[in-house]
Every structure is written in structure tokens, then in C-alpha cells.
């Protein structure tokens, strides 16, 4: 079965700006170059909430392409691809739309290969398999990065280990969580949306390690 895929503005103002070589209608992806230094205007010219929407486009866009059996094709790129070739594209355009500027947590493991697949669960990817006697990895989710350390000695009731990941659509997001049965209660847990007087909607999420996790949105 083939889909056809449809990249909206702002997204495809971003890409366009990677069309350096001819032009898509007769080249294809021949007519692109998706490294970052091609985007840095744009996005320096860009404000905050369009540069976040397209990041909430990729993640849609994700979601999408998400039928192994199925193809994809585009009339904009002039790209027709299977699952594979589509992925690795968007793993491209999710660099493209990575801050220039990041700040990015280490948080503590006991065991990186079930904490790695505790975050596979929220959605989050490694950009290679996991060594199950690695000490790190990094993860990946849109625009999203965090990163994980190996610390046996961690007690995940007396961690004070946290950091804030801040993200374009909190509810949806939260929505999405709930459906993997987290409790409401000791470690992991996942906590409630709050609009907090400093002016962000949020709710939290502890790893079995201790790790805590505040995510939310600008009111």
C-alpha cells in the first residue's frame, strides 16, 4: 500500500531552504542537502513558536510513517520510499530542527539496558543498539535528548536527581504516557497535569531509578 505524505508549512519552508543543488520537481532528493549549517538562518529568523511547531510537525510526521509494509511517496520531494528510506530522511530533518543551543540531562542507571528500554517505552530512540555492557547511552526523542550514566550504588528513594523537558503539546503527550499503565504511586510513577503558578503545564514522570522528569508547556 502507498501513502501519500504531505509536509506543511512551516516544516517545508525549513526543508526548502536544503534545496541548494537543482530543484526537487526534476531532481528529487538529489536536490537537497539536509546538513544544519543551511538552516541556521532560518531558524535564527525564526520565531520560537514557529520553530516549535515544526519540531510538533516531525513528531506527527513520525507517527505517520509508521506501516513497515506500506510505501510512502511526496510530490514536493518528488521521493517515492519504503519504511527504511523514510526513517532514515527523518532522522535527518529531526537534526535539522535540534536547538543550535541544548542543554541535555545525564541521569543515573543501575542497569542502562532496562532503563534504555524503559525509555523506549515513553518513545524515545538510540541512533544504535545497546551494548547490554554499555556505561551510556543517548536517546532520542524529536528534538528531545537525554542521556544515561552508569551508577550501581544509586538508591532510587533517596535520588534528587530531576531535570525539565519542555515540549509543544503537554496533553497529548500526557495522554500518551497514561496508556502504558504507570502508577500513581512510589518508583516509577507518573504524576498529574498542573498549571503552576510560574507559569507552565506540567506533570512528572519517576524512572525506576529515582530520576525524576518534569514535563510540560509554556501557558
Not at 535539522?96 to 532503563?115: G, V, Y
Not at 523506549?120 to 524529536?142: C, M, T, W
Request: charged share 20%; glycine share 4%; with cysteine.
Amino acid at each position: 500500500m502507498e501513502q501519500e505524505i504531505t509536509l506543511p508549512e512551516p516544516l517545508w519552508s525549513l526543508l526548502c531552504c536544503c534545496e541548494v543543488h537543482c530543484v526537487a520537481a526534476c531532481c528529487g532528493l538529489d536536490a537537497f542537502d539536509f546538513s544544519p549549517h543551511h538552516v541556521q538562518n532560518w531558524i535564527a529568523e525564526t520565531e520560537a513558536k514557529t520553530f516549535s511547531q515544526v519540531r510538533l510537525q516531525l513528531r506527527e510526521l513520525v507517527c505517520s510513517i509508521a506501516d513497515k509494509t506500506s510505501t510512502y511517496s511526496s510530490d514536493q520531494l518528488n521521493f517515492w520510499g519504503d519504511y527504511s528510506a523514510w526513517k532514515t530522511l527523518l532522522k535527518q530533518w529531526e537534526t535539522l530542527a535540534m536547538p543550535l543551543d541544548q542543554a541535555i540531562p545525564i541521569l543515573l542507571s543501575r542497569d542502562i539496558s532496562k532503563s534504555v528500554y524503559f525509555y523506549q517505552k515513553l518513545g524515545f530512540e538510540s541512533n544504535s543498539p545497546v551494548n547490554p555492557a554499555a556505561d551510556y547511552a543517548i536517546l532520542h526523542r524529536g528534538s528531545l535528548e537525554i542521556h544515561l550514566t552508569f551508577y550501581p550504588d544509586i538508591v532510587p528513594t533517596e535520588s534528587y536527581l530531576a531535570c525539565y523537558l519542555r515540549v509543544a503539546q503537554v496533553d497529548e503527550l500526557l495522554q500518551e504516557f497514561q496508556t502504558l499503565g504507570l502508577p500513581t504511586e512510589g518508583i516509577p510513577r507518573i504524576g498529574p497535569l498542573e498549571d503552576k503558578p510560574w507559569g507552565m503545564r506540567e506533570f512528572y514522570i519517576v524512572d525506576a531509578d529515582g530520576n525524576l522528569l518534569k514535563i510540560g508547556q509554556i501557558i
